[in-house]
């Protein structure tokens, strides 16, 4: 798959970077000097574990900044903040085989997000110090959180340990989603749809929650841009040509009377595809338009993530926007492959957030969908004629579905090196499994019911036995934003059966048969109480089981989590949590979260 022709990305410029932070015994005289080398040593060993591992969601490597030098009181822990600040850290890793002075050598930034490595070794006490920083953090309202290695090791150990590298790993992760997001944007094409509280925009969320600002246009600008032929020329015929190639037409499904003539069909496709550019160029602008002397345009609103209003102010009277979030969310298009651009279907705003983070957490594509059905295994054989019989199912299935199409890398047609379906960042996608999440979509006429201005529906269904993530991020009076997640797996339904259900509601578009797994406990007793707990109609599903990434998040955000099945061993959160409760974790994480507010109130 070429990619000679670079798509313009949001993930351009200055990105954040995680400064590490060597800590150690201020007296001199034999003491300091004898843990100069082991403790630089300790900050080396982490940057090389970063750097190897985590990647921006353009691919780059993630960029490290080291003190430069040991921190061993207030003026050496001054000179690192203020090094960091030059450099663009938003998040620190403070590393210390040994005691420290605790208040002396602390992260002070409020803006930072904060984590502690203490070594677990006998020579030195650096869980005392460990334990000594943390107290400090609590005391004073930053919460850091502590990462201390189950096993005590050799004073000269440079090997990190297993269980250390992981909430390292997963810390930092977390915390570069925090960063990534700070000062971006999400842009409001259009305004609020059929009456979804999603999509009734809450600037004040996204501002004091995610440090982002919400940028909004009226349709007109796709109409305007549309007719005046504000977009890249040359792109739109390249872009067609690899639609007729890679996106093949399946069924009409529409009745005699309400099908379109062919020469409406092709105009829809011609329409879809410049919307989809021009909705690019709207959220991270283009230098083409400046070279054609369209210098404001050519800026966009540098959002990170956006929605697209559609029904029914836009679909009553022009083709909808489903190539246009089914193509920009995918990890590759005419272009080649390329992080996918989150567009939320219906301008659901807050599945949009969630989308964001599901994208920052794994860099990979998200699917977007309706929680549109339960169905209990009885009432599958009602309907099919057939009994279900799959290990992962236990009462029944949710049937995740959209009249807004989802990213084809939903398909499932990518494999990790087990062969299990997956959804990868867009650098490690093979060209084959691009063109087999192609082949495996089809493109069908819309419903003219449903949308009258036409356009194109994606159909698919999600290959099963993918590892799989479920959540939404939903705003309650007097609360905030609060977050729901489930953990479960993609289910592969025989032809039959998925025939006989997916035909119930509508044809034209992606399926994704979903079994969360169950715990015994509240929501998670059975998949119907997972439905029947869930806040909203719509949710985004992210590949993997990284329930525990995103709670980590939403601590660093201060959004509470009230429905999750991940088990406690996973949870990792700031280390002044424990103060709001042991016992009840869900309720004193509402009561860290209301204590500390919004990040950036």
């Not at 005392?128 to 309202?141: D, N, S």
């Not at 015929?237 to 062919?262: I, L, Q």
């Not at 957490?361 to 699917?367: C, D, E, R, Y």
Request: hydrophobic fraction near 35%; include cysteine; glycine fraction near 10%.
């Amino acid at each position: 798959m070429s990619e000679l022709n670079a798509s313009p990305s949001p993930w351009t410029g200055s990105l954040p970077k995680i400064g590490i932070r060597p800590t150690i015994d201020g007296r001199l005289g034999g003491v300091r000097e004898s843990l100069e080398e082991q403790t630089m040593e300790q900050a080396r060993s982490v940057v090389e574990l970063l750097t190897k591992v985590l990647r921006y969601p353009n691919g780059e490597p993630v960029e490290c900044v080291v003190a430069d030098t040991c921190i061993g009181g207030v003026a050496e822990a001054t000179a690192a903040a203020e090094k960091f600040r030059k450099e663009g850290v938003t998040v620190t890793i403070t590393v210390t085989p040994c005691w420290c002075y605790g208040s002396e050598t602390m992260d002070m930034d409020p803006h930072t997000v904060k984590a502690i490595w203490g070594f677990n070794g006998t020579e030195r006490p650096g869980a005392v110090y460990l334990a000594a920083a943390l107290a400090g953090h609590t005391q004073k309202g930053l919460p850091a959180f502590g990462i201390y290695g189950k096993d005590v090791q050799p004073a000269g150990t440079k090997e990190i340990p297993a269980d250390v590298a992981e909430k390292l790993l997963n810390f930092a992760r977390c915390g570069l989603a925090v960063g990534l997001m700070k000062g971006r944007s999400y842009l409001s094409m259009g305004g609020t749809s059929m009456g979804i509280a999603g999509s009734m925009v809450d600037n004040s969320m996204w501002e004091k929650y995610l440090g982002m600002r919400v940028e909004a246009i009226d349709l007109t600008e796709f109409v305007g841009r549309l007719q005046k032929g504000q977009f890249d020329q040359d792109e739109f015929e390249r872009a067609k040509a690899w639609v007729a190639e890679n996106c093949p037409e399946g069924k009409d499904y529409n009745s005699e009377e309400t099908k379109r003539s062919r020469e409406s069909l092709d105009s829809e496709w011609d329409v879809s595809i410049k919307m989809a550019l021009i909705a690019r160029d709207l959220m991270v602008g283009n230098p083409k338009l400046a070279e054609m002397g369209l210098g404001e345009q050519a800026h966009g609103h540098g959002a990170i993530a956006a929605g697209f209003q559609g029904q029914r102010q836009w679909t009553d009277h022009f083709p909808n926007g489903d190539f246009l979030e089914a193509i920009l969310n995918t990890s590759f298009d005419w272009n080649g492959k390329r992080p996918p651009y989150i567009v939320a279907t219906e301008n659901d705003a807050l599945n949009g957030a969630g989308m964001l983070f599901g994208h920052l957490l794994t860099n990979s594509a998200q699917i977007f969908a309706d929680l549109r059905t339960y169905w209990s295994k009885d009432a599958i054989a009602q309907a099919s004629g057939e009994s279900l019989d799959n290990d992962l199912v236990e009462d029944g299935i949710l049937h995740l579905i959209n009249s807004g199409p989802a990213a084809l890398d939903g398909t499932g047609q990518q494999s990790d090196a087990d062969g299990n379906p997956t959804m990868k960042p867009y650098w490690e996608i093979e060209d084959s499994e691009a063109e087999a999440c192609l082949k495996a979509t089809t493109w069908h006429p819309s419903i003219t019911e449903y949308f009258p201005g036409g356009g194109w529906s994606t159909r698919y269904k999600t290959r099963g036995g993918m590892a799989s993530t479920m959540i939404r991020l939903n705003l309650v009076d007097g609360l905030g934003p609060a977050l729901q997640i489930a953990e479960g797996y993609s289910i592969e339904l025989p032809d039959s059966i998925h025939t006989a259900l997916d035909d119930r509601t509508n044809p034209t578009w992606p399926t994704t048969w979903f079994a969360p797994t169950l715990t015994g406990k509240g929501a998670f007793r059975s998949a119907y109480e997972v439905m029947n707990s869930w806040g909203a109609n719509h949710c985004v599903l992210t590949c993997g089981h990284v329930g525990h990434l995103y709670i980590t998040l939403a601590s660093m955000l201060r959004i509470p989590v009230y429905m999750h099945n991940v088990s406690e061993e996973r949870i990792f959160r700031p280390s002044s949590w424990r103060a709001f409760g042991t016992a009840d974790l869900e309720g004193a994480d509402f009561r860290a979260c209301e204590n500390y507010g919004p990040l950036y109130r």
